[in-house]
Structures are given as structure tokens and as C-alpha cells.
């Protein structure tokens, strides 16, 4: 018995127990809780990686999406992948799917963002719900006693998993665990027709470049949305470390042009990081290295970044689902992070790539950076094994959440 042909019959055999499925009458319905904004690729890549693995997992059960937020062209990417899922975020609609659905299924953000929904749709429905790839954040009592109800918890990174051990201890969900971040789903999603175009246009060649991503301290969220008032605090603290935050990336652009002999696009997974990379990574650059930098000034989304991120030797920098992507496609990733994030960045230790995290407080390691982005352009084959390993731990992993979505399907009566 192949692979696929096992799995469809363990599927089948696990929705057996839901009268209607059993009858061949319906599919089961899964409620996807996810979408959280549109401004960061990142985001949208948390709900596009979650259909490809359901999908790839051959979870045959008809979804609902219920989203946040679908603006900036996440409605029409959405839309022209999966033309069959309906996605709202309107009261009515939202409530018709509490009564169609049989699973509440929330996907993965920055902390338990949804945790409030799935607490509405366990105690109006009495159904079940499991959550994939978060973070802890919260100690918040009752959010804790909704973890606890799920059938199922997958921290995308193991100091959350850890910490979650200690906090909920008994009684807690039957699976709970580390399990990586759901945009690590996504292989399949390309613009490959506007990756080209825009790589012609911009004389960066396959292969021979690198992709560098910026980051405030704190998204300064309020510069996107008028109606928001400014967080001086935090704006005062983005704006102190900026410098410090880039100067090690910058240092790597230079040598990467004048050592390796490669050129840099400097892009973005949130729209504020556009005019940041301008100014902390591209206008200070000496002219010699300018001349094979390219920085990308419009918003693309991530069908596109990630068709351009597999055709290059490797991404660094400080955010973290364009690494994401750029891992679950092979392609090496280095990583900054800071205290001020969640504890998302660690699942690089997770996955075997501790040597590619940065702590950009640790003075003495990000001193590393440079020489480590550089290794990635001067033995991108030893890079690529590195990469890969590190994905096919997150392909084992992703087995087995979705074996436990299966079964939690099953238990449906």
C-alpha cells in the first residue's frame, strides 16, 4: 500500500464516526480561524500554507475561512487558489458556520490571537477544536482553560511548547507540542510569470543573489492606518535601534558585492519595512556596492516573494516568515530577532538552524552575522544541505499534526 493510498484510507476510516460522512450525504467541515492582516506577506502566508497542508494531507473535508482581515490583494490570492473555500469575517456568516461546521480549526499567529473564538465556539457548540502553530504569550487564566479544552495544541516554537508544559499541567489538550509554524506549508504558491519579469527588470540573475528584510523593533502600525494613534514608546525605541538593528546586515551587503561577487534585493514582508530598507540598508551603502543592490519600493505579495526567494542563494535578516518560506523550499535563511518579539524566532533551534538565529542584543554574536551570510554565497551547496536537512525535520513534524487532525475528525459522533 503506497503512501497516499494509506493515508486516504486512514481518513476515511476516521470520519466514519460522523453519521452524515459515514452516509455519504456530506464531507466534514472545518472552520479555519486565521488571517490576522494583509500588510505582511507573512501573514497571509500562515493561511496559504495551512490549505496547502491540508491538501497535502489529504484532509477531505470542506473548509470555511474565517478571516480577520483580506485586503491589499489577500481576497484575490486567496480567491484564485482555492476559488471553492468561502472566507468572511461578517457576523452572519460566521454564525451560519457555527452551525455547519463540525471543527473549529485555529491557525497559527503571533500568540493565541483567536483564543476568544475558540472559547465562543466551544461553549455555544460543544464541538471540538484544535489549534496549530502559536505562540505563548499569554498567561491569561482563561485563555489557559481554553487551551486546555482543545483536543489538540501545536506551538510553533519549543520554548512556548516548554513553558505550555509548566502552565497548563493537568489536565491538558490529549496532543500538545511543538509543531512548526503553518506557513511552512507553502511550496506550491508561485507567480513565477511576475518573479521573472520583475528579476529581468532588475538584472538580478538566478543564483548569483541575495535577499536582505529590515524590521522596526515594534510595526509601526499606526503609519498604515490614520485612524490609529501613535505608541510614542514604542516608535522612541524602533527609532533608537534602528541603526543598531541594521548596521550588521548592511556590513554583510558590502561584502557580499566586493567578496563574493553577488548582488543584493533588499525587500520586505510588511509594508512598512519598504521605505526602512531605503534608509538604513540601501542609501548608506558606499556607491561601488549601490551599483548591485537592488531595493524593491512596491508591495508584492507572497506568491511572488516566494517564487523570487527560491531563485536566489539565500535570504538574512530580521523578520521571520520569508525565512519560513525560504526553509520549506530549501533555500538557506539566516534570522535577527529581538527580546521584544515573541518567542517565534527560536524554532530556528527547533529545526537544526541555531547556527543561523541572531539575538541582536548579543553584541558579541551579531558581530557574526556578516561572515555567516557570506559563507551562504561562497558554499551555497553546504548551505542548501543545511536547509534542507532543517526542512525535512519540519516535514516529519507536519505528519504528525496532521495524523492528530485526522483522528480528532474521527472522534466527531
Known amino acids: 500500500m503506497n503512501r497516499r493510498h494509506f493515508l486516504h ?3 476515511a476510516a476516521a470520519l466514519a464516526s460522523i453519521p452524515a460522512v459515514a452516509k455519504g450525504e456530506r464531507k466534514a467541515r472545518i472552520l479555519l480561524r486565521n488571517g490576522w492582516q494583509s500588510q505582511n506577506i507573512g501573514d497571509i502566508a500562515h493561511y496559504m500554507g495551512m490549505m496547502e497542508l491540508l491538501q497535502l494531507h489529504q484532509i477531505d473535508a470542506e473548509v470555511r475561512f474565517w478571516s480577520s482581515n483580506m485586503e491589499n490583494g489577500a481576497d484575490a490570492l486567496f480567491q484564485k487558489h482555492y476559488p471553492e473555500v468561502p472566507f468572511f469575517r461578517d457576523k452572519e456568516s460566521v454564525a451560519r458556520a457555527f452551525e455547519e461546521c463540525d471543527f473549529f480549526l485555529h491557525g497559527s499567529s503571533s500568540g493565541f490571537a483567536a483564543w476568544r473564538d475558540a472559547r465562543r465556539w466551544h461553549d455555544e457548540t460543544g464541538k471540538p477544536f484544535g489549534v496549530m502553530g502559536i505562540s505563548l504569550t499569554n498567561a ?6 481554553t487551551l486546555r479544552l ?12 516548554q513553558a505550555a508544559t509548566v502552565i497548563l499541567d493537568i489536565p491538558k489538550p490529549p496532543a500538545m507540542g511543538w509543531g ?8 506550491k504558491l508561485r507567480d513565477e510569470e511576475r518573479a521573472t519579469a520583475y528579476l529581468k527588470a532588475n538584472g538580478l540573475e538566478e ?7 529590515p524590521r522596526y523593533r515594534w510595526t509601526p502600525i499606526w503609519t498604515l492606518h490614520p485612524d490609529r494613534k501613535i505608541n510614542e514608546t514604542k516608535h522612541a525605541r524602533s527609532e533608537e535601534m534602528k541603526e543598531h538593528d541594521h548596521a550588521p546586515h548592511r556590513e554583510a551587503i558590502i561584502r557580499l558585492v566586493r567578496e563574493a561577487g553577488v ?3 533588499i525587500t520586505h514582508e510588511d509594508q512598512t519595512q519598504i521605505p526602512l530598507g531605503k534608509e538604513v540598508l540601501y542609501d548608506p551603502l558606499p556607491e561601488d556596492v549601490k551599483k548591485n543592490v537592488v531595493w524593491r519600493d512596491t508591495f508584492w505579495l507572497t506568491d511572488e516573494a516566494l517564487s523570487v526567494y527560491v531563485r536566489s542563494l539565500g535570504l538574512f535578516g530580521n523578520e521571520m516568515h520569508s525565512p519560513i518560506l525560504c526553509i520549506a523550499n530549501g533555500i538557506p535563511a539566516v534570522v535577527g530577532r529581538w527580546d521584544e518579539q515573541t518567542n ?7 529545526i537544526g538552524l541555531d547556527e543561523w538565529l541572531f539575538t541582536m542584543d548579543d553584541e558579541e554574536r551579531i558581530q557574526q552575522i556578516p561572515e555567516t551570510v557570506l559563507a551562504l554565497a561562497k558554499d551555497p551547496a553546504a548551505a542548501r544541505a543545511k536547509a534542507e536537512k532543517a526542512r525535512r525535520i519540519v516535514l516529519a513534524k507536519q505528519e504528525e499534526q496532521f ?7 474521527g472522534k466527531i459522533s
Open 344 to 350: 517565534k524566532a527560536f524554532m530556528w533551534r527547533d
Open 9 to 11: 484510507s486512514s481518513l
Open 150 to 161: 482543545a483536543e489538540f495544541v501545536y506551538f510553533r516554537d519549543g520554548v512556548s511548547a
Open 403 to 409: 495524523a492528530t487532525l485526522r483522528a480528532a475528525l
Open 207 to 213: 543564483g548569483k543573489f541575495l535577499c536582505c528584510i
Open 180 to 187: 512548526p509554524d503553518t506557513a511552512f506549508g507553502i511550496v
Open 263 to 265: 548582488k543584493v534585493l
Open 140 to 145: 491569561d487564566e482563561k485563555l489557559l482553560e
